[in-house]
């Protein structure tokens, strides 16, 4: 893995497409073990949680699961505005369903907090967050998700769906933004 400059910025590597793969097959484990029903709905939040909720939804292998997908925003450029919006709702009926909503990272929690009360209006039988990257660190509001891949210091990342600026999105490995010394 070598250095990447995105936009005059260098990103150095951070974590490998092997660490990755083998921390998305613990997570699947962890959600199988803990899935009630046959036919879970899994909710993956674009653009960022495309790689990991593919990876993901292929790792648990529940044939008579369901895959849908939800949009918000809440950063420009490296930071978080704190300020989230829905770009693209749920249209599917999940009353009493059991729902795993797959995000590519949980930060300041105000995306995931929002998330959650916006599904929860839909009366599922149970919600809860499966996250690519957490950053303990920076949680504001809200819990923390109930799987996460990797608990991350407070840096801005990139890589295998996560963007700068809609870049970088399609490595497969995740970088951290090299720090100026």
């Given amino acids: 893995m070598a250095e990447i400059n995105i936009k005059g910025l260098t990103f ?80 599917e009926d999940i009353t009493d369903r059991e729902v795993i909503i797959i995000e590519d990272i949980v930060d300041t929690g105000h995306t995931a907090l929002q998330m959650r009360a916006d599904i929860m209006a839909y009366n599922p ?19 923390p998700p109930e799987y996460a891949a990797f608990n991350i210091p407070s840096k801005f990342i990139l890589g295998y769906g996560l963007d700068f600026d809609e870049l970088a999105r399609g490595t497969h490995d995740i970088y951290v933004l090299k720090s100026k010394e």
């Fill in 125 to 143: 039988k149970s919600l809860k967050i499966a996250a690519l990257l957490f950053k303990p660190d920076s949680l504001q509001v809200g819990q």
């Fill in 12 to 91: 150095e590597p951070f974590i490998s497409r092997e660490e990755i793969a083998k921390q998305v097959e613990r997570v699947a484990a962890e959600i199988k073990r803990d899935c009630l029903t046959k036919c879970p709905i899994f909710i993956c939040v674009l653009n960022g949680a495309f790689m990991f909720a593919a990876d993901l939804y292929r790792a648990i292998d529940m044939p008579e699961s369901e895959i849908t997908f939800i949009r918000y925003k809440s950063y420009e450029g490296t930071h978080s505005t704190g300020k989230v919006k829905q770009i693209m709702g749920l249209v």
